[in-house]
C-alpha cells in the first residue's frame, strides 16, 4: 500500500512540473504601454524609404509601440530586412536576396524614389534593428525566409525575448516556431475562409496563437468579439494612401491596434480620441 502510495505521490509531481513547464513557456505579449497599438508598417517611410534603420528610428522617434520588419536570408546566411524577394525594387541593385552574399548586399543602396533627393541607404541588418529597437520599442518580426534558431539567437543575444512578436507565413513556421520556441508570440492572418465565429473557433482549434492579423475589412464585430472572448489579440492591417478614412471604423469594430504606413498621424488621431 505504501509503494503505491508513493508511485501515486511521484506521479502527481511530475504532473504538476510538466504543467509548471508548459505555464513557463507559455506566449506572453510583450508590456503594452499603451491602451492602442500602433505598428509601423516597414518602419515609419513616410520621409524615407521602407525597412531602412532610419525609418525604424522615425517611428521610434514618433512614439510607436511596434516597427515592423521582413526578414531574409542572404547566400552565406546572414539575416538582413527587404520586404521583397529580390533587391530589384529597392536599391540600385538586381537579383534574389538568396542568391546573393551579405558582402554583395552591403555595397547596394536603397534609394528614395518618391523625391529628387540623391540620399541613400544601406540594406539593414537583423542585428543592427535589434540594437537599434533594444529597450525603446518592440519589433513585429514578419518572417519571410529565415531560419527560426538562428533569429531567436540574435533575439537572444540582445536580450529581447519579450519585445518581440512573430507573424507567420507558412504552416511550417509555425511549427517550427511552436517546436523550437514555444515562448514566442506569433500571430496568423485572418484565412478567407473566417466568416463567423463558428469559422474562426474551427481555425484557432487548428491554430493556437495569441494574435490575429489580416486586412481590417475582413473582420466583423462578431469575429473581433468571438476573438477578443477567446483571448487573442487582433491588430490587423490599414496601410494604404487614404488609410485615414478608415480609422474610426476600425475603432467602431473594436480593434485595440492597428498596422499602419502612418504611425505618427495615426497617433495623433488617436490622442485626439483619449485612445494614446
Known amino acids: 500500500m505504501k509503494e503505491f502510495e508513493m508511485k501515486r505521490n511521484i506521479a502527481c509531481l511530475f504532473l504538476i512540473i510538466c504543467n509548471i513547464q508548459i505555464y513557463a513557456q507559455r506566449a506572453i505579449l510583450p508590456e503594452a504601454k499603451h491602451r492602442f497599438i500602433v505598428i509601423a508598417h516597414r518602419g515609419d517611410h513616410v520621409e524615407v524609404p521602407e525597412n531602412t534603420l532610419a525609418a525604424y528610428e522615425n517611428a521610434i522617434k514618433n512614439g510607436v509601440d511596434y516597427v515592423e520588419i521582413d526578414l531574409r536570408t542572404t547566400k552565406d546566411s546572414i539575416l538582413v530586412i527587404m520586404h521583397d524577394a529580390t533587391v530589384n525594387r529597392m536599391t540600385n541593385g538586381k537579383g534574389k536576396i538568396s542568391d546573393l552574399t551579405y558582402a554583395e548586399m552591403r555595397k547596394l543602396e536603397v534609394i528614395d524614389k518618391r523625391k529628387d533627393s540623391t540620399k541613400t541607404y544601406p540594406v ?11 529597450n525603446k520599442n518592440c519589433i513585429y518580426l514578419d518572417f519571410k525566409d529565415a531560419s527560426v534558431q538562428q533569429s ?3 533575439i ?10 512573430v507573424y507567420i507565413n507558412a504552416p511550417f513556421q509555425y511549427d517550427e516556431w511552436r517546436k523550437l520556441v514555444p515562448s ?6 485572418l484565412p478567407d475562409s473566417v466568416k463567423n465565429a463558428n469559422a474562426l473557433k474551427t481555425f484557432l482549434a487548428k491554430y493556437p496563437l495569441e494574435l490575429l492579423d489580416g486586412d481590417y475589412s475582413d473582420y466583423t464585430k462578431e469575429i473581433v468579439k468571438t ?9 490587423p492591417d490599414i ?9 474610426n471604423k476600425a475603432l467602431e469594430l473594436g480593434f485595440k491596434g492597428l498596422q499602419t504606413d502612418h504611425p505618427k498621424a495615426l497617433i495623433e488621431y488617436l490622442k485626439k480620441k483619449g485612445l494614446r
Open 156 to 165: 537572444k543575444k540582445y536580450g529581447m525575448e519579450k519585445q518581440v512578436i
Open 227 to 235: 476573438a477578443t472572448a477567446a483571448g487573442k489579440v487582433v491588430w
Open 124 to 134: 539593414p541588418n537583423f542585428e543592427e534593428v535589434l540594437q537599434t529597437c533594444r
Open 239 to 247: 496601410q494604404s494612401p487614404d488609410e485615414y478614412r478608415n480609422w
Open 152 to 154: 531567436y539567437n540574435l
Open 184 to 189: 514566442m508570440p506569433v500571430m496568423l492572418s
